[in-house]
């Protein structure tokens, strides 16, 4: 890893009708972390932030919505997962990222080519 180091917000669905379908998209953004961290940059997943706080009561959703467009507005580019499009949250995250203008990135190539610039 070399400085300055890149951070990349991972957005993808958490929400959904089972507990095998939160777990899956949890590892998704897992996968896309360690995929991120391979690439040189820091991966910033949300799903695993906040794993546990909300379903359980513990932190208000809308505190964890706050939170999670706060760190990403401290992020240098998002990387959209599959199935972003359904889910209201990361909806908000990229109309975040685009006013704010952080480069957003549907697949790991698209990031990589921008991570060697």
């Given at each position: 890893m070399?400085?300055?180091?890149?951070?990349v917000?991972?957005a993808?669905?958490i929400?959904?009708?089972?507990p095998?379908?939160?777990?899956a998209?949890?590892?998704?953004?897992?996968?896309a972390g360690?995929?991120?961290?391979q690439?040189?940059?820091?991966a910033?997943v949300?799903?695993?932030?906040?794993?546990n706080?909300y379903s359980?009561d513990h932190?208000p959703?809308?505190?964890i919505?706050?939170?999670?467009?706060?760190i990403?507005?401290?992020c240098?580019a998002?990387l959209?997962l599959d199935?972003w499009e359904?889910?209201q949250?990361?909806n908000?995250?990229?109309?975040?990222?685009?006013?704010r203008?952080?480069?957003?990135?549907?697949d790991?190539?698209?990031?990589?080519k921008?991570?060697n610039?």
């Amino acid at each position: 890893m070399i400085f300055p180091i890149k951070l990349v917000y991972v957005a993808g669905p958490i929400h959904a009708a089972t507990p095998e379908e939160v777990t899956a998209h949890i590892d998704q953004g897992r996968a896309a972390g360690v995929e991120i961290w391979q690439l040189g940059a820091v991966a910033v997943v949300p799903h695993l932030n906040t794993l546990n706080m909300y379903s359980h009561d513990h932190v208000p959703k809308a505190d964890i919505y706050l939170g999670d467009l706060e760190i990403l507005n401290r992020c240098d580019a998002m990387l959209l997962l599959d199935g972003w499009e359904s889910s209201q949250g990361v909806n908000y995250e990229v109309a975040w990222a685009k006013h704010r203008k952080i480069p957003i990135f549907h697949d790991l190539d698209e990031l990589r080519k921008w991570l060697n610039l």
